[in-house]
């Protein structure tokens, strides 16, 4: 016999929502099981059901904005902490890169329930991106997600000489970190002093951490592209609304 979901996990696993916005859905009327209105919380479903939404919910998700921030060093991607500040307290009007394409007009309840897909480490610089919307947070930071991040890396190798082909394969494909192996990476050099990383997963402090184990030392770190939008031109600690047609 198929098992019961909970109806918020099934709507999150068709990609309809995240289970926090599906059970707000569901508390307001808006989702249907077979046709039938569901809107008891908790609720269970047989995988071969059909979870239709109202018209209602498209337009609230429509209204939800990502914004992307180019992050400086001092600021922390998510909560503050430690007496640092968020980068969400970067998002404010004096902030909008002049060249922001998106006639979205800034509201502060824009800043209600925006949190960073993904982290961006405090001494690290560039592309963050937060997100009102269930879907893309899910895309870029759920448990099955593939999407590319790419960084700019300035290294100092703390031996002589310069880094061997070995190690930069073991960069590549080949290293550990808490236990576990590593998916593979594309690491290459862009100039004498730099590299760039192309990773599929974000571990903590995880570029750090990779060039520590072959004797490198990063002297600077900046993310340059998530999935296919890239940092581009956007000023160092200025954002932009993302535009309709833009997707990651």
């Not at 009327?29 to 071969?48: A, Q, T």
């Not at 609230?60 to 307290?89: C, F, W």
């Not at 004498?192 to 995880?206: A, V, Y």
């Amino acid at each position: 016999m198929t098992e019961l979901v909970r109806l918020s996990k099934r709507m999150s696993e068709l990609g309809l929502c995240s289970r926090r916005e599906a059970d707000e859905w569901i508390a307001r009327g808006w989702v249907r099981v077979d046709g039938k209105v569901i809107s008891e919380l908790g609720s269970k479903v047989l995988p071969h059901q059909k979870v239709t939404v109202e018209r209602q919910a498209a337009a609230e998700q429509s209204k939800r904005v990502t914004v992307l921030i180019n992050k400086p060093v001092g600021y922390v991607s998510g909560q503050a902490e430690d007496g640092y500040t968020p980068a969400i307290a970067l998002i404010k009007p004096e902030n909008r890169w002049v060249e922001d394409e998106v006639d979205t007009q800034f509201h502060p309840t824009q800043l209600r329930s925006l949190v960073p897909a993904g982290r961006l480490d405090i001494d690290s610089v560039g592309l963050l991106v937060l997100t009102q919307d269930g879907r893309i947070a899910k895309h870029l930071i759920g448990e099955t997600t593939v999407v590319e991040k790419e960084y700019l890396v300035r290294v100092q190798y703390s031996k002589p000489g310069r880094l061997p082909d070995a190690d930069l394969r073991r960069l590549n494909h080949g290293l550990s970190l808490d236990g576990k192996k590593l998916l593979p990476a594309k690491v290459t050099w862009q100039n004498e002093d730099q590299l760039n990383f192309i990773l599929r997963e974000g571990k903590k402090r995880q570029i750090r951490r990779m060039c520590d184990m072959v004797g490198l030392k990063v002297i600077g770190l900046k993310r340059v592209r998530i999935g296919k939008i890239k940092l581009g031109k956007l000023p160092e600690g200025q954002w932009r609304y993302l535009r309709e047609d833009e997707q990651f």
